[in-house]
């Protein structure tokens, strides 16, 4: 089991935006949350489309990088509570003015996918059986979006880390 996330190479960009991805030390891991804190933000969501994506993240990390709160372990994990809204946890060092500040625990497993979001359905039963297959059950499934659409278009690859909450 893993303790800490792999670290984030904010270096590592041609874009000068998202840093280019690594999946392998994500693939396939146990990772373990003990009271990590995450500021909270939200999307209007049509259809677990988020319609104001872009702007909300923008907005976040200005507040996140203004209050000295980046960690070197880039984690933005996401999911939808309803068709119409989305949830946004970035991983920060310490409490950050203006946003909603949560603290997570639990035990996580992680599987890697490569592709457009449209695959997203797919990508929830896939890791629905990789966790039944190790035995475990689903408390709640989040999305790691690792790069922005204009970076993976850009790389070439858009890859998506499964982070499955278990019981």
């Not at 303790?3 to 190479?9: A, C, F, I, K, T």
């Not at 874009?15 to 909270?40: M, N, S």
């Not at 104001?52 to 507040?63: A, E, L």
């Not at 309803?82 to 946890?89: M, V």
Request: hydrophobic content about 35%; charged content about 30%; aromatic content about 16%.
């Amino acid at each position: 089991m893993e303790n800490r996330l792999p670290e984030y190479d904010y270096d590592n960009s041609e874009t000068g935006c998202c840093p280019k991805f690594d999946p392998q030390p994500w693939d396939g891991k146990e990772f373990r949350f003990e009271d990590k804190l995450f500021a909270e933000a939200s999307t209007v969501n049509f259809l677990h489309m988020p319609l104001n994506m872009g702007s909300v993240i923008t907005k976040s990390w200005k507040r996140i990088e203004a209050a000295d709160a980046r960690p070197d372990d880039f984690l933005l994990l996401s999911y939808d509570p309803s068709p119409w809204r989305g949830k946004h946890y970035f991983a920060v060092t310490k409490d950050v003015p203006g946003m909603e500040m949560v603290r997570l625990t639990g035990t996580f497993l992680t599987k890697v996918f490569e592709g457009p979001y449209k695959d997203a359905g797919k990508w929830v039963k896939q890791t629905e059986e990789y966790v039944k297959r190790q035995g475990k059950e689903i408390r709640r499934l989040y999305f790691f979006y690792t790069t922005c659409p204009k970076c993976a278009q850009h790389y070439g690859k858009n890859y998506t880390v499964a982070f499955a909450q278990i019981v």
